[in-house]
């Protein structure tokens, strides 16, 4: 049997760090035992879903490098949940209640005054078909709970080891709406089913619904499915995540210019026993990747760590992997070779391109200074010893040294004040441009 995952947002909002984690994790799970990966929309919630949210996570997803093998949508398939809901309805487990928001609100205050569980008193039950009738006489609409068995639902999760939920403290859970419209739970289950779904890997803020989702795999005569609760994100103090940190949304991270490989490596390893490293290639981290390894404990995300594993990957990469980027444009594998322990965003490489083969406007504080460097730059073709010889041909001249010596040369040839090595720069810059920029020539 094949194992198949799926990762199912709403599509209600675009994608965060936190379901990108999800997404990762299940998708290299999932390729680690030629698994599947199913992209589930969960978009049953009519006003907030959208289809421009929908094709956002698409995109991000697709950015990452995460491709899906099946795409389902929810609100394609109602029929199916209103097929189950009868039937569960047939079978006695789901039952009609008339409680109006209020009422509900009033129990459960009375509940916490006598120090007792909020729990559903399961009044519903007692109500005789008169009483039904006159509630919807009435004109009210019964939703519909799921009468859960009183029992403990244990599971062995693959992050959490063996859990056990007691569901004599739960209350029944609202499957369906007073509108008719089924809430999270029953289509949820109802498409783990029909899919296939061997493998549930979700955010721990789902243990509770995991024991009521196995009642209700159970009651629907199916498999349970294997379960993996990965403790949420935090924020790099330990504190809930929060935008004051850097970007949270894999479309600011995207505007930012950081590589996906650098959020994949970071993501996948985050919370687990294994150490960060940068990788290129998906292929490597699938290797690497291994459930057990996470701990229970939550994780820190801390924006400052992806973007120094960013500059790292950067700083390693290969020319054949991003030669055909369109930050790139016009550079060449030299110029790479000298700039890109400079990059902290690939961005940022068009400057240093523009500079090299493009134009500028030099920064000349000192006519007299570049007019003598410009007498002792060496004769001939410039080479990588070209620097170190014209440094200091200038200083025994001058008398300058440090950054007296340094910046305005890097100013006059950059226009800027920082940047890659001097030395390594000059003999792509050429004599002729040199030359130029010393005069204070546009070049
Ligand atoms: N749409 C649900 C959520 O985003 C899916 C949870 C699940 O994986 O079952 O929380």
Request: with cysteine; net charge negative.
């Amino acid at each position: 049997m094949t194992a198949k995952f799926r990762f199912a947002p709403s599509p209600t909002g675009y994608l965060h760090v936190g379901n990108a984690r999800l997404a990762l994790i299940n998708w290299l799970y999932a390729r680690k035992i030629e698994g599947e990966f199913v992209l589930r929309l969960d978009d049953t919630d009519e006003e907030r879903s959208t289809e421009e949210f929908a094709e956002g996570i698409k995109e991000d997803l697709t950015w990452l490098g995460l491709v899906w093998d099946d795409l389902k949508k929810q609100s394609d398939r109602a029929d199916r949940y209103t097929e189950i809901f009868e039937k569960l309805k047939a079978e006695g487990r789901l039952y009609p209640c008339y409680e109006t928001g209020e009422e509900l609100e009033y129990k459960r205050k009375r509940q916490l005054a006598r120090k007792l569980p909020p729990v559903y008193d399961r009044s519903a039950l007692k109500l005789t078909d008169e009483e039904k009738q006159a509630f919807e006489a009435e004109g009210r609409q019964p939703h519909w709970r799921f009468l859960l068995d009183q029992e403990v639902v244990a599971w062995d999760d693959h992050v959490r080891g063996r859990v056990e939920v007691d569901c004599a403290s739960m209350s029944d859970p609202v499957l369906i709406r007073t509108d008719g419209r089924p809430l999270y739970h029953l289509p949820s289950v109802v498409d783990d089913v029909d899919f296939g779904i061997t493998h549930v890997i979700r955010g721990e803020d789902h243990v509770s619904n995991t024991a009521l989702h196995i009642q209700l795999f159970k009651a629907m005569g199916a498999t349970v499915p294997e379960f993996a609760h990965i403790p949420l994100l935090m924020g790099p103090d330990g504190g809930p995540l929060s935008k004051r940190e850097g970007s949270l949304s894999l479309r600011d991270m995207r505007d930012e210019g950081l590589e996906p490989m650098s959020i994949n490596s970071l993501l996948a390893r985050l919370g687990t026993s294994d150490n960060v490293v940068g990788q290129y290639d998906l292929a490597k981290l699938i290797e690497g990747f291994d459930i057990g390894h996470f701990s229970r404990a939550a994780a820190k995300f801390d924006p400052a760590e992806l973007k120094n594993l960013n500059a790292k990957i950067l700083h390693e990469m290969p020319w054949e992997l991003v030669k055909d980027r369109p930050e790139l444009e016009g550079c060449t594998a030299d110029l790479w070779a000298v700039i890109q322990g400079n990059l902290s965003v690939l961005g940022e490489a068009k400057l240093w391109t523009e500079v090299t083969y493009g134009q500028i406007n030099p920064v000349i504080e000192d006519e007299s200074f570049a007019a003598k460097a410009a007498e002792l730059l060496p004769a001939g073709t410039l080479d990588g010893d070209s620097w170190k010889s014209w440094t200091n041909a200038i200083k025994d001249e001058l008398g300058v040294k440090g950054k007296a010596l340094f910046m305005p040369l890097r100013q006059a040839l950059t226009a800027q004040s920082h940047g890659p090595e001097m030395g390594k720069l000059l003999p792509l810059l050429g004599r002729e441009k040199t030359l130029k920029r010393l005069k204070g020539e546009v070049a």
